[in-house]
């Protein structure tokens, strides 16, 4: 495993547009997160200071930064899906396999680096939120820090999911651009499934539990949006405003299954596809 | 003898395209063989095959005694196909230590089989600047870093200019003298033929012939002659029953034998006569003759 991992890493690394997107994808969020942690005083007029918010308490700050965080994930998803692309215009991956790479090692070698830049992100994530955390949070009790850390899970089955998607696409299209654009028809198309559920159900409720099954609107839920929760916890009387943004293993599972299934139809794709 | 490849009724089809069919051969260890053939005739197609980069759609083939995987076996190969394939923002020296990496080789093979190619003062430059030349050289490194059993070239002087046809011929050579056994898939038959001692020839996914080069065609070959009593000669070469067909082109008279003479003798035969030969060659047909024979038979 890691001869697979570090034949991936000399190939990312060695790449500058790689390298520049790999930091993008880690230390901007990262910075955005320290940034805003800070006190901006604006010439005096008035200070910005999100801490104030309580946004940064224990335990809704895992939810929080989980959440902004992953929006981040594009970048790294460019990365895996040249990744593949750059084998395929280089004729790299023929020449892999005839030096003796197998295909499922060639498909491996790719997830493995995923899940590697995956819990990396997660750590960074996690420390960052831990020492904001224990600077801004007026509760500092063991009990409520690490309540709520399976977001921190969440986070990171989300980030695999979604970059195996990208591997998946990668494989099938060959081409980086179009990959992409696929990422994006397939978010219309999961829009399509929820009309057309709507329309075979009759009500909102159904369509939203077959768009749930659905692989990016799957990998959305496991950290839902915390603005309502936010009002919440400031608005104590606002209760309507009450949603489930709890990570539940049944989401969990979802995800992994499609992981499971784009990583399984990558390696399909390879062994029958004549190169 | 060793056999390091046996391929049995292969059969390739793209769609109705039968790229390969029913082809058998076998590669012995030590011999250098060629593959041989137009463009389209399959060579390509089954070496991709044999290298687990195609698909077949039936038959089977066995590397080595037939008891190792296709992928243990590949470590143990050196292969191009086509075009040099290599990562271009990384130099020769960091590409090279990739392939190392996937064959699980030392990485002091690197600079040893850098210094063989020539290549060894520009192994920190980028593989994106690189001549073609220089990239198939680079290929050819590559593919040895493992000490392989069997090197397999495709087409390994495909657009290179007359200088770096002659580099990578003669460096095929020298490989081949090391006792390495190379299977190597060419159109131009000049370079089959300096190179190789065994064919196999392939036409529309099938095979013609496979044997040593020399005996592609059961033939004794033939004298070349020139003299100034020519009449004489061709009344005397008609009647001989040694020779078959005669071919006149002015003052060159070419003689085919139907049976085995040398040419000493047949000076010896002739100066008996008292016709006195003012040029004498014994030749065999060249490969391309062959190749243009076997194919028309067909």
């Given at each position: ?30 910075t ?11 010439f005096?007029?008035f ?21 902004f965080?992953?929006y ?8 895996v ?6 084998e ?13 790479l197998s ?12 899940v ?6 997660t ?21 409520i ?7 921190l ?6 980030l695999v ?5 990208c ?7 060959k ?17 399509l499934?929820?009309?057309?559920s ?5 009500n ?7 768009k ?33 943004y ?5 989401e969990i599972a ?6 499971a ?15 | ?27 012995n260890?030590g ?19 044999v290298l687990?980069v ?9 590397w ?10 590949l470590?143990?190969?050196?292969a191009?196909?086509e ?23 030392d ?15 520009r ?9 073609l030349?220089?990239?198939?050289r ?39 003298s090391?006792?390495?056994?190379i ?14 001692s065994?064919?196999?020839?392939l036409r529309?996914?099938?095979?013609l ?6 005996e ?13 009593k020519q ?7 008609e ?9 006149v ?10 049976e ?9 035969l ?27 038979n067909?």
């Amino acid at each position: 495993m890691l001869r697979l991992i570090n034949l991936e890493l000399q190939k990312l690394l060695l790449s500058r547009v790689n390298k520049v997107l790999i930091f993008i994808s880690f230390i901007l969020p990262f910075t955005v997160l320290i940034l805003s942690s800070i006190k901006i005083n604006f010439f005096g007029f008035f200070t910005l200071e999100l801490g104030e918010l309580g946004i940064f308490n224990f335990p809704i700050i895992w939810h929080i930064t989980t959440f902004f965080a992953s929006y981040f994930k594009l970048f790294f998803a460019i990365v895996v899906v040249s990744m593949i692309g750059n084998e395929y215009s280089n004729k790299t991956i023929k020449q892999n396999l005839i030096d003796g790479l197998s295909k499922k090692e060639f498909i491996l070698s790719k997830f493995y680096t995923i899940v590697f830049f995956s819990l990396i992100s997660t750590i960074l994530i996690g420390v960052a939120s831990f020492l904001i955390g224990l600077y801004y949070s007026s509760y500092t009790e063991a009990s409520i820090i690490f309540r709520e850390t399976e977001y921190l899970l969440a986070y990171f089955v989300k980030l695999v999911g979604f970059f195996s998607l990208c591997l998946f696409f990668g494989m099938l299209l060959k081409r980086s651009a179009f990959a992409l654009a696929f990422l994006f028809v397939l978010y219309i198309v999961e829009w399509l499934i929820f009309w057309g559920s709507y329309e075979a159900f009759g009500n909102a409720d159904s369509a939203w539990k077959v768009k749930n099954f659905l692989p990016l609107e799957s990998m959305y839920k496991l950290i839902d949006q915390p603005f309502q929760r936010i009002i919440i916890t400031k608005y104590p009387d606002k209760m309507d405003l009450a949603y489930d943004y709890a990570v539940h293993w049944y989401e969990i599972a979802i995800v992994m299954g499609w992981t499971a299934l784009f990583v399984f139809l990558s390696y399909r794709l390879l062994k029958v596809r004549d190169l | 003898m060793d056999t390091i490849l046996t391929i049995n009724n292969l059969t390739k089809k793209f769609g109705y395209l039968t790229a390969v069919k029913d082809l058998s051969f076998t590669i012995n260890k030590g011999n250098v063989y060629g593959i041989l053939g137009p463009n389209g005739s399959g060579k390509s197609t089954t070496l991709g095959i044999v290298l687990n980069v195609v698909n077949k759609t039936s038959g089977d083939f066995n590397w080595f005694d037939g008891k190792t995987t296709t992928h243990d076996a590949l470590k143990k190969v050196g292969a191009i196909i086509e075009r040099p394939n290599f990562y271009p923002y990384m130099s020769a020296y960091q590409n090279l230590k990739l392939v190392c990496k996937i064959k699980e080789v030392d990485f002091s093979k690197i600079d040893e089989k850098l210094e063989i190619v020539g290549l060894s003062d520009r192994k920190d430059s980028k593989f994106s600047t690189y001549s073609l030349g220089m990239k198939q050289r680079l290929a050819i490194a590559s593919a040895l870093l493992n000490d392989p059993e069997i090197l397999i070239l495709d087409e390994p002087t495909n657009g290179l200019d007359p200088q770096g046809i002659h580099q990578i011929r003669s460096l095929i050579k020298q490989i081949a003298s090391n006792g390495t056994t190379i299977l190597l898939a060419s159109h131009l038959l000049d370079e089959v033929e300096k190179v190789c001692s065994h064919v196999v020839v392939l036409r529309k996914g099938e095979k013609l012939y496979s044997g040593r080069v020399d005996e592609m065609i059961s033939s004794y070959g033939f004298f070349e002659l020139k003299t100034n009593k020519q009449d004489e000669l061709i009344k005397l070469l008609e009647t001989d029953q040694n020779f078959g067909k005669l071919k006149v082109e002015g003052e060159l008279i070419t003689a085919f034998l139907n049976e085995p003479m040398d040419a000493s003798a047949f000076n010896k035969l002739m100066f008996e006569k008292g016709i006195t030969l003012s040029h004498l060659v014994k030749r065999k047909e060249s490969l391309e003759e062959q190749f243009l024979q076997l194919t028309d038979n067909q």
